[in-house]
T-cell receptor
Framework: EAGVVQSPRYKIIEKKQPVAFWCNPI?????LYWYRQNLGQGPELLIR????????DSQLPKDRFSAERLKGVDSTLKIQPAELGDSAVYLC???????????FGPGTRLTVT | AQSVTQLGSHVSVSEGALVLLRCNYS??????LFWYVQYPNQGLQLLLK??????LVKGINGFEAEFKKSETSFHLTKPSAHMSDAAEYFC????????????FGKGTMLLVSP
């Protein structure tokens, strides 16, 4: 069974540029999570989806971050415009439902210069 | 609200020695507790979890952890370290509502020397 797929794996952009990350969850998983992991820190939840609905986006900086999960499968996380402080690893995870174990993708390492 | 404190950002052991990674948590409701491992440039992999029942839980790769409510601790141990255990380990707590709201500690990097 394929795991959570994320692309790109690495991205380097200049500040004020836009960037997007893509996540394909494990087949059949209804719940999808986006986390941000800063250097030397644990992951922090940005947003959680139940199917197409964002049920917890309280930690998503809505002035520059947006996310979507069309048709309840793939998801895209966007930053526009990027700031230096956005440099981090962005992790996607999925689970059968919110009460089940989360499976993590390899992450996208973003560097903003 | 919940929080996790992992004591020691780095732990060094020799191959074959006991591994002990410390985790203390705070939760206003009965917690679910987790240990994850992260190898370089990879995502997090679940090592083990405590939800209810037996307080000593066994996980993959020979790791185990014991939930001690009185000490609000969930320390991770392995009797004999292998070189392949070198990685970063994260303790996480969920507020008893399942797995959906994980709060992670800052992580402990385990270094294993020959």
């Amino acid at each position: 069974e394929a795991g959570v797929v994320q692309s790109p794996r690495y991205k380097i952009i200049e500040k004020k540029q836009p960037v997007a990350f893509w996540c394909n969850p494990i087949s059949g998983h209804n719940t999808l999570y986006w986390y941000r992991q800063n250097l030397g820190q644990g992951p922090e939840l940005l947003i959680r989806y139940e199917n197409e609905e964002a049920v917890d986006d309280s930690q998503l900086p809505k002035d520059r971050f947006s996310a979507e999960r069309l048709k309840g499968v793939d998801s895209t996380l966007k930053i526009q415009p990027a700031e230096l402080g956005d440099s981090a690893v962005y992790l996607c995870a999925s689970s059968l439902a919110s009460t089940y174990e989360q499976y993590f993708g390899p992450g996208t390492r973003l560097t903003v210069t | 609200a919940q929080s996790v404190t992992q004591l020691g950002s780095h732990v060094s052991v020799s191959e074959g020695a006991l591994v002990l990674l410390r985790c203390n948590y705070s939760s206003s409701v009965p917690p679910y507790l987790f240990w994850y491992v992260q190898y370089p440039n990879q995502g997090l992999q679940l090592l083990l979890k405590y939800t209810t029942g037996a307080t000593l839980v066994k996980g993959i790769n020979g790791f185990e952890a014991e939930f001690k409510k009185s000490e609000t601790s969930f320390h991770l141990t392995k009797p004999s370290a292998h070189m392949s255990d070198a990685a970063e380990y994260f303790c996480a707590v969920s507020g008893g509502s399942g797995y959906s709201t994980l709060t992670f500690g800052k992580g402990t990097m385990l270094l294993v020397s020959p």
